[in-house]
């Protein structure tokens, strides 16, 4: 088999060496090389050569790429590197990798030119002065030509291993088998559309009912379509851990069924050769969180590189590289598990992760995929999830405040930008002093004085010899962050300006912000770039607002699966007598309570009361205390870490009785199973509608006018989903059965129950 591969991917793979260095340096950003490399070129004599083209080959490798000049009378071939501050200050593993890259392109230019030798140049060019350093070395075309070879022997080595390693995987796809004697009810027409999708290369969402095994449902058909699709790589994208589990609780599934299987056909079990990786936060993955990400503190980072390969190679002989594995192996090899785990990403067959990994702005799986040109398929799971998240993502904020703490550690000519930043802000504060207002555009001259501050605060971070300031980098990455949105503003964002309550403050303060209220236009890339995108949820209804929100493309399937339960398995009723309306919670409790305990009392066993905040949820749970000490209560809170959360969790036991108290739209309103008497019934006393606010009254004026359903856009919908979820929770097989209590009037309304599941009988 022949392979072909750029001169910058085989150097990264075969000479990264060092230590990994994640100190923040200021790096010129694509505009900035380019005009870089120009004004090498501008300096260069008649006759001097740029963008040269260069193949060589090695047995069945090609490799290509373009040397940036090459002086022919000279017999000099160049490398350009732009950079910013000082050059003594440049990473080891970076100044590495130049070398290995000019040299493999000296390779090439001796076999095209039919040169014995050849002077090398390292050209590095500082932004800032526009000062040019050259480093020069002098090489045969005889000792390039062997670290070519050496380099491309390894590297052939290694795609050999891969090639095999993917027609193993393809094969064992081909024949993988359901790991139950059938599908549930529902589940084979929502695997059966998956598929299409996949082999088809198309966008599809859909809607399946909570407890038809959505998980199973779409990874199965997806992994079946692997080999007829020629697919690289699948993302199972997820807003929370619990979903992120289920998805490595299924593949772990599925990969025991390929080994039952094989042990069945061969006496011999086998493991599915399907590298699992599952990426976590670095938080969750770091080993020192004490220390900083450079070898001159953290032992995991000093010579990372160095032990990479090794860590690499054992690491995908594991297959499952989940978040336990890839701590053990990467202690094995004393690299950075979190780090390992963003390396293994270019090698494994199916990445289970959040949906930022592939979403944002800078999304770490989607450079990759555009890098390398990967054919991808995203199952992207709780789909409703993600017009909230990716609002978030392509939104920004800067808070005056932080510049003023930013200006007392600032060289000078930082100051003076910050000075005619602070003008223009100030007076955007004194527009309406005290009120949080809106706008459709940007202020004149905003971007142009936080671009003067980047570059101010770029050039004193550059400088190597002062006292690092983590705030003057965090308020830098924020103005950069800030700036690129901007770019980006349309009629899909606006603009605001909200006052701080800072009493003992002399001048007015305020946060400015682009908020995002659409992520269509950003998202439409992602999805276009992807061979295909399953969107999945139990709550996808109304299509056209998903369809709105996240710029799916025009060709998209939308499928809506039936539910396999039957009306009388889910009793749902709505008290009409009860108003949990903000003016009326007070007054109401006292019925919300006793609903509560009439329906315990008539059938004890385990229940989740959904309100609508943490005050009301303590105003109804220590209502319902003092008037019922008898029954076992459990509360969720504002603070609760994961293992809480698990605890929360916990006390659903089979048999049991007691109620949980939960905010709706919280940890506990969906990605929870609890099938059977785990959970046989919810109270929900909320129509789960945000608050309405000048920011969300922003929001519906501007959705009503992209739109005209601004109302619908931004409450009725996102509420009533929330609410759908919540109940989700109580009906999980065709063997349960519950009740579900929507404690306000207004779920009476024609339009709220137009949002409601048809299936459900309302009493």
């Not at 006759?47 to 009378?73: I, M, Q």
């Not at 071939?77 to 000296?106: C, I, P, S």
């Not at 050496?150 to 024949?175: G, I, K, N, T, Y």
């Not at 038809?212 to 449902?217: F, L, P």
């Amino acid at each position: 088999m022949s392979y072909t591969v750029a001169v910058r991917t085989l150097c990264e793979f075969t000479a990264k060496r060092g230590d990994l260095d994640l100190r923040f340096t200021p790096s010129p950003d694509a505009s900035e090389g380019r005009a870089g490399h120009a004004a090498i070129a501008a300096r260069r004599p008649a006759g001097y050569e740029t963008e040269v083209a260069l193949t060589g080959v090695f047995g069945t490798l090609t490799v290509r790429g373009r040397a940036d000049g090459y002086d022919p009378a000279r017999q000099r071939l160049e490398e350009f590197k732009t950079y910013r501050g000082d050059l003594d200050a440049m990473r080891e593993n970076q100044r590495a990798l130049h070398w290995a890259q000019l040299r493999v392109y000296g390779a090439l230019m001796c076999e095209k030119l039919g040169l014995d030798a050849l002077e090398l140049a390292l050209v590095y060019y500082e932004i800032g002065s526009g000062r040019e350093t050259a480093l020069v070395e002098h090489a045969s075309a005889q000792q390039l030509r062997a670290e070519f070879e050496s380099q491309c022997a390894r590297f052939v080595a290694w795609a050999e291993q891969e090639s095999a390693h993917r027609a193993a995987r393809d094969s064992a796809l081909a024949a993988l088998r359901l790991p139950h004697a059938a599908f549930r009810e529902g589940q084979r027409d929502l695997a059966e559309a998956v598929w299409r999708a996949a082999t088809q290369g198309r966008c599809l969402l859909v809607e399946a009912p909570t407890g038809i095994g959505k998980t199973i449902g779409t990874l199965f058909p997806q992994l079946k379509a692997c080999a007829r699709a020629d697919i690289d790589k699948v993302l199972f994208l997820s807003a929370k851990s619990s979903g992120r589990q289920l998805a490595i609780d299924a593949l772990n599934t599925l990969a025991n069924v390929h080994a039952d299987g094989e042990a069945n056909a061969s006496g011999n079990a086998g493991a599915l050769p399907l590298r699992v990786l599952e990426l976590v936060a670095r938080e969750k993955a770091c080993e020192h969180p004490d220390l900083a990400c450079h070898g001159q503190s953290c032992p995991l980072a000093r010579g990372f590189y160095d032990r990479l390969p090794a860590a690499r190679a054992a690491a995908l002989t594991r297959v499952r590289l989940e978040r336990a594995t890839l701590r053990e192996v990467a202690r094995e090899h004393e690299v950075c598990p979190y780090y390992l785990g963003q390396e293994l990403a270019r090698w494994s067959d199916v990445i289970v992760g959040d949906y930022n990994y592939y979403f944002d702005v800078s999304a770490m799986l989607f450079m990759l995929g555009a890098h390398n040109q990967w054919h991808t398929s995203v199952l992207v799971d709780e789909a409703h999830n993600l017009p909230e998240r990716a609002r978030a993502m392509y939104s920004a904020e800067l808070v005056q405040t932080r510049v003023d703490a930013v200006r007392r550690a600032a060289s000078a000519p930082v100051k003076r930008a910050l000075t005619r930043l602070a003008r223009l802000w100030n007076a955007q504060n004194a527009v309406q002093p005290h009120a949080w207002r809106a706008s459709e555009a940007l202020p004149d001259g905003l971007v142009a004085a936080l671009s003067d501050v980047i570059a101010a605060i770029g050039d004193q971070l550059a400088q190597p010899a002062l006292v690092r300031d983590a705030e003057l980098e965090r308020f830098y990455f924020d103005a950069l962050h800030f700036v690129r949105m901007a770019e980006r503003f349309d009629t899909q964002s606006i603009f605001d300006v909200t006052p701080l309550r800072a009493p003992q403050a002399k001048r007015a303060r305020s946060t400015l912000c682009i908020r995002n209220i659409v992520p269509a236009g950003a998202l439409r890339a992602r999805m276009a770039a992807a061979h295909s995108v399953t969107l999945f949820s139990a709550t996808l209804a109304p299509t056209h607002y998903y369809t709105d929100m996240l710029g799916l493309p025009e060709n998209t399937v939308n499928v809506k699966i039936g539910t396999p339960f039957r009306t009388e398995q889910l009793e749902v009723r709505i008290a009409r007598d009860i108003s949990t309306r903000y003016k009326d919670r007070e007054r109401s409790l006292d019925a919300l309570v006793e609903r509560i305990a009439a329906q315990y009392t008539a059938r004890p066993g385990n229940y989740l009361c959904f309100l609508s905040s943490y005050d009301y949820l303590q105003l109804a749970a220590d209502a319902f205390v003092a008037r019922h000490p008898h029954v076992s209560t459990w509360m969720q809170s504002r603070t609760m870490d994961e293992a809480q959360q698990q605890a929360f969790v916990a006390r659903f036991v089979e048999g049991g009785c007691g109620i949980g108290f939960a905010v709706l739209g919280g940890a506990f309103g969906e990605g929870i199973d609890l099938p059977g008497t785990r959970l046989i019934g919810s109270f929900i006393a909320t129509l789960g509608m945000p608050q309405v606010n000048p920011v969300n009254e922003a929001m519906r004026e501007r959705m009503e006018t992209l739109y005209g359903a601004g109302f619908d856009y931004t409450y009725l919908i996102p509420g009533l989903r929330k609410v759908v979820q919540a109940a989700g929770r109580v009906i999980r097989t065709e063997r349960d059965s519950g009740v579900v209590h929507l404690l306000d009037d207004r779920f009476a309304r024609p339009d709220v129950r137009a949002l409601l599941p048809a299936w459900w009988h309302i009493g």
